[in-house]
């Protein structure tokens, strides 16, 4: 994320506290994120517990929705964190928020924020019911200890107040007492009571004696000085301004030059005490800030002395795609763009990539298919880059005679059939929730992309099936399906589930008898003929025609399994001949045949930019 500061606020903050930003001692603050299925309001309740303690005063709707995609969207896709104060009981109360993402693809953001946590708000939409990703999420929070309150949002809309209460406690496994808080973002209804029960019913930071000990668990580019923030949750002791701090990690210290808390700006202060969140500013660099790592002081405690947090357990990428420049020259600001915005998404894997057709440019890889588009649009919305993104493919696994297991990520580590055992792909199992009358046509879906059914449970008006599915049939057009058939109600969530043995080939694109590698790809067998008859006559489609004919073929091991041609321009060179003796005229077409031989011999078929791009956008 860059770091946009609204100048007018950020003055305006900084002085309110220019005496220091109020301590609240560990038993008044309260860690607490707020989590759910995407698009039951997340961003907009976060809005109105920052306006009702009167730490916003804006019109501006979805206000931690800090990037432009987010706002074009409509989705959150980076966590945000924010203070903010409020009065129960007598008592001024310290309540640090983190807003979190609702989509699959950055469940990660989820459970990295909950580390920074004791409680969570669990919120279900009225109208929507406990979907698959309230489900993962709870089960998530569970696996963290957190206290967990369940809030029912826009409760301004029709709903079945009793149906709800039973979804929620068939999730929780347990009676709701007393009835599930009900808030309307809209109206306000609601929010004062959920906030009583935020300093009520969530637990204080545990309080630990010692020196000072945080935890790294997020970062960014400030503006344009490339300098590196860290959000530090403080867990024991407390941490000033021209401290010095050891990365547990690289071992390398580092002085504090500056720190502060998000209110919901950036406020600058001079110490942060434990059961705080805020950002620190450091010397540290890209490769040296590494999320999970622990932070302390060398000068108060030894390294050896140190017990660092469990961390983070970095996700596997699922989804693989290539980024090329589309003009020349450009390589270097596009993985300069590239290197900025992984700061805020490291979970991006990237490597260099080059092809004979597309050039230089950089593999990458993604947790789902939303998370690489997400990643692409901000490169250019942030960055201006123009790029190109091939089509999002996974990674394979060959067995070879000799027992050694290798990794197929592109069709240039494709290993002959003749020197393998077995392929496999990887697998996945879905979680699919919809309204009871769409059980069947979720079954047909499933069964459509080679699922294997596991488990089905009836739960008031709403099914849950349990499929296994190859990630390959996941990652194009399923979710689409899933929206269309189930009339936008269906929701999903995937988890890993290792590889199976599959049949697999590779379909080369042949242009005159010459492969282009850059072209080929890895599909299931049974999937071979009609993805190379679509190619063959994607790229006839955008080819021009030349002067001698060019032959379209796509090829598995060698064997054509489709084929076009573009036939050559015929020039009329006997237009001119007004009768008179045949000879003249084959005279003529003898001499425009032995023109079109020479020609052949020399002629180099390529594929066209146009032709590529119709490739790339290719249905798979």
């Not at 967990?148 to 809309?157: G, M, S, Y």
């Amino acid at each position: 994320m860059l770091l946009r500061f609204r100048r007018v606020k950020f003055i305006f903050q900084f002085r309110a506290y220019s005496d220091g930003f109020p301590h609240f001692p560990p038993e008044r603050i309260r860690n607490f994120c707020i989590i759910a299925h995407i698009d039951h309001g997340k961003t907009t309740l976060s809005d109105a517990l920052l306006t009702t303690t009167g730490t916003i005063d804006t019109s501006r709707a979805l206000y931690l929705d800090k990037l432009e995609i987010e706002q074009q969207r409509g989705i959150t896709v980076k966590a945000q964190a924010v203070s903010m104060f409020h009065s129960y009981a007598g008592e001024q109360y310290l309540l640090n928020l983190i807003d979190t993402p609702g989509h699959v693809d950055f469940t990660y953001e989820v459970g990295r924020s909950m580390l920074a946590c004791e409680g969570a708000l669990l919120l279900v939409d009225a109208a929507q019911g406990v979907q698959a990703q309230t489900q993962s999420n709870y089960e998530l929070a569970r696996q963290h200890d957190l206290t967990i309150i369940p809030v029912l949002t826009k409760a301004d809309r029709e709903h079945d107040a009793v149906d709800l209460h039973f979804q929620v406690e068939a999730l929780l496994q347990h009676s709701v007492e007393p009835p599930i808080l009900k808030t309307s973002a809209r109206d306000r209804t609601g929010i004062t009571e959920l906030l009583d029960t935020i300093c009520h019913s969530i637990p204080p930071p545990p309080i630990l004696d010692g020196p000072f000990k945080g935890l790294l668990f997020d970062m960014w580019v400030e503006g344009t000085s490339n300098r590196i923030v860290c959000m530090v949750c403080v867990k024991q002791g407390s941490l000033r301004k021209g401290d010095i701090i050891m990365s547990h990690i690289t071992q390398r210290k580092h002085t504090v030059s500056q720190m502060g808390v998000m209110h919901p700006e950036p406020i600058s202060t001079q110490v942060l005490y434990a059961g705080q969140v805020g950002f620190v500013n450091t010397s540290m660099s890209r490769s040296e800030a590494l999320i999970g790592d622990t932070l302390f002081n060398p000068l108060e405690v030894s390294a050896a002395d140190i017990t660092p947090f469990p961390g983070f357990r970095k996700p596997q990428p699922t989804v693989f795609a290539s980024i090329y420049p589309l003009e020349p020259g450009s390589l270097r600001p596009l993985l300069s763009a590239i290197d900025k915005l992984t700061c805020t998404d490291s979970i991006v894997e990237v490597k260099q990539d080059t092809t004979d057709t597309l050039g230089q440019g950089v593999r990458c890889g993604f947790l789902g298919v939303l998370h690489m588009n997400v990643f692409c649009e901000r490169l250019g919305q942030e960055f201006g880059t123009n790029a190109l993104i091939t089509p999002p493919t996974v990674s394979f696994q060959a067995l070879k005679k000799n027992g050694e297991v290798v990794e197929i990520r592109t069709p240039m580590n494709w290993v002959e059939p003749h020197q393998v055992v077995e392929y496999r792909e990887p697998i996945v199992t879905v979680t699919l929730r919809a309204p009871t009358h769409y059980t069947h046509e979720l079954m047909q879906l499933c069964e459509q992309h080679r699922g294997r059914f596991l488990t089905v449970a009836d739960l008031h008006r709403t099914v849950t099936l349990q499929y296994v599915l190859p990630l390959t049939e996941l990652i194009h057009r399923f979710y689409d399906s899933l929206k269309t058939i189930t009339s936008g109600y269906g929701t999903m969530e995937y988890t890993e589930r290792g590889y199976q043995k599959t049949s697999l080939c590779k379909v080369d694109l042949v242009l005159n008898g010459k492969v282009v590698e850059s072209m080929s790809h890895i599909t299931h067998a049974d999937n071979a003929q009609t993805y190379a008859r679509d190619l063959v006559r994607t790229v006839k489609e955008h080819t021009p025609r030349k002067l001698v004919d060019i032959y379209i073929q796509a090829t598995v091991s060698g064997k054509s399994i489709a084929r076009e041609t573009v036939k050559m321009l015929r020039k009329d060179v006997t237009a001119k001949c007004y009768g008179g003796d045949m000879t003249r005229k084959r005279k003529l077409l003898d001499a425009q045949k032995e023109g079109k031989a020479k020609l052949r011999q020399t002629f180099v078929a390529e594929l066209t930019h146009e032709a590529l791009l119709a490739v790339m956008s290719m249905d798979r």
